[in-house]
T-cell receptor, first 112, second 112 residues
Framework: RKEVEQDPGPFNVPEGATVAFNCTYS??????FFWYRQDCRKEPKLLMS???SGNEDGRFTAQLNRASQYISLLIRDSKLSDSATYLC?????????????FGSGTRLLVRP | SAVISQKPSRDICQRGTSLTIQCQVD?????MFWYRQQPGQSLTLIAT?????????ESGFVIDKFPISRPNLTFSTLTVSNMSPEDSSIYLC?????????FGPGTRLTVT
């Protein structure tokens, strides 16, 4: 089983749609959780951290369910510029917040 | 977040040769990391480079193949030694901030 699993997609949605991505992780000791965005042939960029209480940044909402070891990202009112690959990222060890494990990514295509 | 640059941005190298990749950050950072992203894959951590100590390598990566230098708090190099076509990949450096990790633009390496 992969340490971080994501649906590879692609998710093909119209502009204005709401889309949700899910991610599961296998290490119950993981303490830090992130969503990154990666555009084609570019480096990953930090989109948002994910907190136990859930957090929102504009059109983006992230949720964490520790009991189920599950992370989600919700994008409302999708824009063409949201088209990218979204990477679910967790830290590997309780005492090593910086050792990150990257999921293989979920590709999003937003069409006009 | 920091401004991170890498050199070269891309290179085509012959089998058996070595390439040194440079990573420069515009502010002092304690922790720097080197990742590899193989075609169609997600990121894999190669090693952690802290100033003043030996790099710490992840399972599957060894110092003889990927020697790393970290001479000061703003600079690091990764050498890919005795290259084979399997080393064709994007190599990225990253730095750790309280909010997460930030990546350089990457070095696209093709080994022929």
């Amino acid at each position: 089983r992969k340490e971080v699993e994501q649906d590879p997609g692609p998710f093909n949605v119209p502009e204005g749609a709401t889309v949700a991505f899910n991610c599961t992780y296998s290490n119950s000791a993981s303490q830090s959780f992130f969503w990154y965005r990666q555009d084609c042939r570019k480096e990953p960029k930090l989109l948002m951290s994910v907190y136990s209480s859930g957090n929102e940044d504009g059109r983006f909402t992230a949720q964490l369910n520790r009991a189920s070891q599950y992370i989600s990202l919700l994008i409302r009112d999708s824009k063409l510029s949201d088209s990218a690959t979204y990477l679910c990222v967790v830290n590997r060890e309780r005492d090593s917040s910086y050792k990150l494990i990257f999921g293989s990514g979920t590709r999003l295509l937003v069409r006009p | 977040s920091a401004v991170i640059s890498q050199k070269p941005s891309r290179d085509i190298c012959q089998r058996g040769t070595s390439l040194t990749i440079q990573c420069q950050v515009d502010s002092q950072v304690t922790m720097m990391f080197w990742y590899r992203q193989q075609p169609g894959q997600s990121l894999t951590l190669i090693a952690t480079a802290n100033q003043g100590s030996e790099a710490t390598y992840e399972s599957g990566f060894v110092i003889d193949k990927f020697p790393i230098s970290r001479p000061n708090l703003t600079f690091s190099t990764l050498t890919v030694s005795n290259m084979s076509p399997e080393d064709s990949s994007i190599y990225l450096c990253s730095v750790e901030y309280y909010s997460g990790q930030y990546f350089g633009p990457g070095t696209r390496l093709t080994v022929t």
